[in-house]
């Protein structure tokens, strides 16, 4: 039976391995403190937080996310630690919500290994507070309980550490926000939720600017501005299947909603058939999977949606053979140590059957995990077999039939791939990389040696073709993926380096211009595009759109910017950190193809650039992590196949329609 906590109540721990497992309709940061019999944090050793994500008996996410699951070995803690405080705060980048009051409710729960949840608590009565401690585990006449705790602090994680007697609390509180900085460059954003009617929210690419919609929509003329999404609700954690049942490769968010649940309109549009269902499965088997089977109005829209589903069931999955062998190893650790500390167990034979049995305890509970593992993993690659030639062109990879027979879109697709992510226990397992259109942050090509295998083996000259040819394959799919007239691609390229790289876009004509060359050439490039941030976030301020100059360019604006920092003065990177922060809200965007190092003579002060942009790589490369457990996955870039002619014939068609239109 699971308890429902309100603040203050408690309720008894049944076992002393237990996983705390938090959900929020944003991304938040996880830590905890370890307290002794007076209540206070003992130092900085004492604090598990994404920078030092580990301590004896504790270990907790490393970066911020919407989900976490927080591992606690209550009998491996130290001696001295009496309570265990479970902290929430938000991340004080920019772009998030200062205070909890503006966020859902955060829904905690602490479960067993095996997923039965113990107790839950829904931190409800939050306000002005940007840092909580949620839950405290205390021991009690040597017996361990949890209790609700929902204290905020409006003064942030600094005043919260404080309270609990930590005299680094500023020192360490800023650390901690810096590490979850650092964090939220190589994160993959999980998509936003839905509207109550299902609108694509196209027009703005930040939830709640209502007054920018309208802009928006004025500038793309995608149609009516959408309504605010509603604020999403903290999930239930689902009991996990278990090991002998069948398989519901489903969760929550990808299940069909029942039609009561749809928001009703006075004039509803009817919903589009359905994809037809297969026969049922025979007795016993898994579910034969179905392209778009997801909730949704349109088959675009349930494609999507089952994509996201497929990378957080193989996120999830991972999760959960992972813990099982990290069970089964401190479980053998622990068999083992209990032998070796009798002295009787060392002689003859004894010790020698103990160790044989504890090692082969070991192997049963991985090889019944593998099996559970692959058993998932077979349902996900039968459903990735059927999703991928389904794709439209905004979701497929170049190979894909669907970008042989491209013609240009009439509207706005709800999302663009971007690559491919996989995880080490099945490498060929691809999942789309979706992001949402318009882009909500800027794109950061690492033209760097990122420490991958693939990187160390390139040159640096090679490699920084190799990541122009990447910058040019997502302009190409973002170009692709626009109406006519509605994408407008801009180059700045100061020593012309990347000439070979560029001639597709230069070639075919789609650029709005010739790519900008010299300093004169880089100054009157982002004098424009920076005069057009201006004067619509003017226009958005005075609500007059109708006001803005004729000779504006209403489409969506790239700039594509190539060999940062390398002929860009001060007044210039000005201009660019401007754009990263301001351009997303009104339609300009920014795409870096740069190495970090190049640009350290800046100092901290592109720290805030790099961090606003979606840092990817030209390689393979183990970077980026999901929002629920943190796992590296590797990302991989989408370019056309060698010898292929795809990309030339969209830009051609591209070039084709914009002349067509007039620009």
Do not use: C
């Not at 794109?443 to 390139?458: P, Q, V």
């Not at 109406?483 to 180059?491: I, N, Q």
């Amino acid at each position: 039976m699971t308890a429902e906590l309100v603040r203050g109540q408690n309720h008894p721990l049944p076992q002393a391995r237990l996983e705390i497992r938090v959900s929020a309709g944003q991304p938040v940061v996880a830590g905890a403190t370890l307290v002794d019999e007076h209540g206070t944090v003992r130092g900085t050793e004492w604090v598990a937080h994404p920078g030092a994500h580990q301590l004896p008996g504790l270990e907790v996410s490393r970066q911020a996310a919407a989900d976490h699951r927080l591992a606690v070995d209550l009998g491996a803690l130290p001696e001295a630690a009496h309570r265990v405080n479970v902290l929430l705060a938000l991340p004080t980048a920019v772009g998030f919500p200062a205070r909890f009051g503006a966020v859902a409710a955060p829904f905690v729960a602490v479960t067993g290994l095996d997923g039965d949840e113990v107790a839950t608590f829904t931190l409800t009565g939050l306000d002005a507070e940007s840092a909580v401690v949620a839950l405290e585990l205390y021991r009690r006449q040597d017996a361990w309980k949890v209790r609700a705790v929902g204290q905020g602090y409006a003064g942030g994680l600094a005043e919260l550490l404080a309270d609990q007697g930590l005299a680094q609390a500023g020192e360490l509180a800023a650390a901690i926000q810096d590490a979850v900085g650092r964090g939220l460059a190589r994160s993959v954003a999980p998509p936003p939720p839905r509207t109550a009617d299902g609108d694509r929210a196209r027009q703005t690419a930040r939830q709640g600017a209502a007054a920018q919609d309208g802009v928006r929509g004025s500038l793309t003329g995608a149609g009516t501005p959408a309504q605010p999404a509603p604020v999403p609700q903290p999930e239930t954690p689902q009991p996990q299947t278990p090991p002998d049942g069948p398989i519901d490769y489903s969760h929550p968010r990808r299940r069909k909603q029942p039609a009561a649940a749809a928001t009703p309109s006075p004039q509803p549009p009817a919903p589009p058939t359905q994809p037809s269902r297969p026969e049922p499965p025979e007795p016993g088997q898994p579910p034969r999977p179905v392209a778009g089977d997801a909730s949704g109005w349109s088959m675009e829209e349930r494609l999507y949606n089952q994509v996201w589903g497929m990378f957080e069931d193989l996120a999830r999955t991972a999760a959960a053979y992972r813990s099982a062998v990290d069970f089964a190893e401190s479980r053998m650790e622990q068999e083992l140590d209990k032998v070796l500390s009798d002295p009787r167990s060392r002689i003859g034979g004894t010790g020698d059957a103990a160790r044989q049995a504890a090692r082969a305890k070991r192997d049963a509970l991985v090889e019944q995990a593998r099996a559970v593992l692959d058993r998932d993993l077979a349902q996900l690659v039968a459903e990735s077999e059927v999703v991928e030639p389904a794709l439209p062109p905004a979701f497929a990879r170049w190979d894909n039939p669907a970008w042989h027979a491209y013609k240009v879109p009439m509207e706005i697709p709800m999302a663009l791939r971007i690559g491919d992510l996989h995880l080490p226990e099945r490498p060929d397992l691809h999942i789309p990389l979706l992001v949402r259109l318009p882009l909500e942050r800027g794109l950061w090509i690492d033209a760097g040696r990122t420490g991958s295998e693939a990187a160390m083996m390139m040159d640096t000259d090679q490699l920084r073709r190799v990541a122009m040819d990447t910058a040019v394959a997502h302009a190409a799919r973002l170009l692709g993926a626009y109406p006519a007239g509605e994408f407008t691609v801009h180059v700045i390229d100061p020593a012309g380096a990347a000439s070979a790289a560029l001639a597709p876009l230069v070639k075919s004509g789609v650029l709005a211009s010739p790519p900008a060359v010299g300093a004169q050439g880089v100054t009157e490039v982002l004098a424009r595009l920076t005069e057009r941030v201006d004067l619509v976030q003017m226009a958005i301020r005075a609500g007059a759109s109708d006001a803005l100059p004729p000779h504006l360019d209403t489409a969506e604006q790239l700039l594509i910017v190539n060999d940062f920092p390398h002929g860009f003065d001060d007044r210039a990177v000005t201009q660019l950190r401007y754009l990263a922060d301001e351009g997303p809200s009104v339609g300009v965007h920014l795409m870096m193809v740069a190495d970090r190092e190049d640009a350290n003579a800046y100092g901290p002060v592109l720290d805030p650039l790099w961090r606003s942009l979606l840092r990817l790589t030209p390689v393979p490369d183990a970077h980026l992590a999901d929002p629920w457990v943190g796992h590296a996955w590797t990302y991989e870039p989408l370019l056309a196949p060698p010898g292929s002619q795809v990309l030339w014939n969209v830009l051609s068609q591209v070039a084709a329609a914009r002349r067509a239109f007039g620009r």
